[in-house]
């Protein structure tokens, strides 16, 4: 289940299920400060609801991936995730892919969905960035805070341990930076032809209801939306019976 790959280079760590044979592979991106672990048991009842197979990844840096190569990120790092992403499907051979991604892992996803389409079947995606808001520099603030007035660093420590401060420090500071007001990949969307289900929380501390009817008006394939009332960022864990329930029909439609 849990193993070691090399990548471009990047060695990663990936849990990956490939007992149900001839069924597509849910391929699952953490947001900016997860992991593997930080999933929990998600990914495996995502896969049991729709008897797909699943691939889990820590990306490089995070979890138990290998640690960072450079600790200073571009305008472009998430395309670049998007073709690591890439690279992993082919080492992995796989030929029938749905993405479900979270927040940096939505992103990455829906740019993956647009230059790599041609093993993509659908993609999920919930906390999706495609632009920066105000909003979202203002989570990410509070977030610095948490990082050294509260628990937030003891907490991520049990998931990247040596690597935390360079987990932290590298998300704080690309989004912080003046250049990074500027990212944005809507060009990307019309591209994407697949079924798309955009997912958010009512109350998303990182970003507005912008985000989501941007996806869903700029995307060339099918979309849908779901709004969840009284929740934030991570509807995997903040709602996960009703996120479970909606992303198993969407994926039995494909």
Not at 45 to 57: A, D, H, P, Q, S
Not at 149 to 170: C, I, P, S, W
Request: glycine share 6%; with cysteine.
């Amino acid at each position: 289940m849990y193993r070691d790959i090399t990548v471009n280079s990047q060695e990663l760590k990936i849990y990956h299920t490939q007992h149900r044979e001839g069924r597509p592979t849910i391929i699952f991106l953490h947001d900016s400060l997860g992991c593997i672990k930080l999933w929990r048991d998600f990914p495996e009842k995502l896969g049991e609801l729709t008897n797909c197979n699943i691939l889990v990844y820590d990306r490089l840096g995070y979890g138990e991936s290998a640690p960072f190569i450079m600790i200073e990120r571009d305008n472009n790092y998430l395309e670049k995730e998007a073709d690591i992403l890439n690279g992993l499907i082919t080492t992995l051979q796989l030929k029938e892919v749905i993405f479900f991604g979270n927040s940096d892992g939505a992103s990455i996803s829906l740019i993956s969905a647009a230059k790599h389409p041609e093993f993509i079947k659908g993609v999920i995606v919930e906390g999706a960035h495609i632009f920066v808001e105000d909003i979202t520099l203002k989570g990410i603030r509070e977030a610095a805070i948490a990082y050294k007035k509260a628990d937030l660093k003891e907490r991520l420590q049990k998931y990247h341990g040596n690597k935390t401060d360079a987990v932290f420090m590298v998300w704080n500071n690309v989004w912080l930076s003046d250049a990074f007001h500027e990212w944005n990949i809507e060009h990307f969307l019309s591209k994407i032809t697949c079924p798309v289900m955009v997912i958010q929380g009512e109350n998303d501390e990182f970003g507005s209801m912008a985000q989501l009817e941007g996806i869903v008006n700029q995307v060339s394939g099918k979309a849908e939306k779901l709004i969840i009332p009284n929740i934030g960022h991570t509807p995997h864990k903040e709602a996960p019976d009703e996120v479970l329930e909606k992303s198993m029909f969407f994926i039995n439609k494909l």
